[in-house]
């Protein structure tokens, strides 16, 4: 399942997940409709800063509860519309969404953390995945990745993972709140992209 807008190719892209860094999770539930959709304290001031970057954002997130029969596509659709317009209110302009729809039993190429949709939307956008970073809260995100030579970057208080094991966050860059994410974003973009333009030297002069 696809949102896209038209966008002028770059190499580097800022993949970005949605539940638990976007918008808030619920406990022990999913997000079924806008009104249960609460964006992460500060995320909508930093994504308008990653904004400034002008590389393309895209959303990679997977959504089992349409799998499960809680959710329409439909109803995924009204709730993505809502939130795309409240970040381009901002001046936030996502590139593309992506969605994977199945549970976790289905064993679908799909969900992260395996990487199908990061590989897709690098074959859309013509993106050099290892110059590339993936912004999620946990260790799917981590390893859907790290999969595919893209740069992960951990966001958030409540970082999950399938594991009690921390072996998946060994050098992972992490931003706790919604201040840092700019800052440690753009270092691991410029890791990146050693001596490339596509991230300016001095673009931390805006915090």
Same mark, same amino acid.
């Given at each position: ?62 959504? /089992? +509860? ?6 329409? #596509?439909? @109803?995924?659709?009204?709730?993505? =519309?809502?939130?795309?317009?409240? *970040? ?6 996502? /590139? +593309? ?6 549970? #976790?039993? @289905?064993?679908?190429?799909?969900? =992260?953390?395996?990487?199908?949709? *990061? ?23 981590? =390893? ?38 700019f800052e440690v974003t753009v270092g691991t973009l410029q890791k990146a992209n050693p001596g490339a333009t596509a991230v300016s030297p001095d673009v931390t002069s805006r915090r």
């Amino acid at each position: 399942m696809i949102w896209s807008r038209e966008q002028s190719r770059n190499d580097s892209a800022i993949f970005i997940d949605r539940d638990g860094v976007i918008n808030c999770r619920r406990a022990d539930d999913y997000v079924l409709d806008w009104s249960q959709f609460v964006f992460v304290e500060g995320i909508r001031e930093a994504l308008r800063e990653l904004a400034s970057l002008r590389l393309p954002m895209i959303l990679i997130s997977n959504q /089992s +509860a349409i799998g499960r029969g809680l959710l329409e #596509p439909a @109803e995924l659709e009204g709730i993505t =519309k809502r939130m795309w317009k409240t *970040l381009e209110q901002d001046g936030t302009l996502l /590139s +593309a969404a992506y969605f994977c729809p199945h549970r #976790p039993d @289905e064993k679908c190429v799909c969900r =992260k953390p395996q990487p199908e949709l *990061l590989k897709q939307a690098a074959a859309d956008f013509a993106i050099d995945l290892t110059r590339s970073v993936l912004i999620g809260d946990s260790d799917a995100d981590v =390893k859907a990745a790290q999969a595919v030579g893209c740069h992960p970057v951990l966001f958030g208080q409540g970082l999950t993972a399938c594991s009690d094991s921390p072996q998946w966050m060994q050098d992972v860059p992490v931003a706790r709140s919604a201040k840092d994410l700019f800052e440690v974003t753009v270092g691991t973009l410029q890791k990146a992209n050693p001596g490339a333009t596509a991230v300016s030297p001095d673009v931390t002069s805006r915090r």
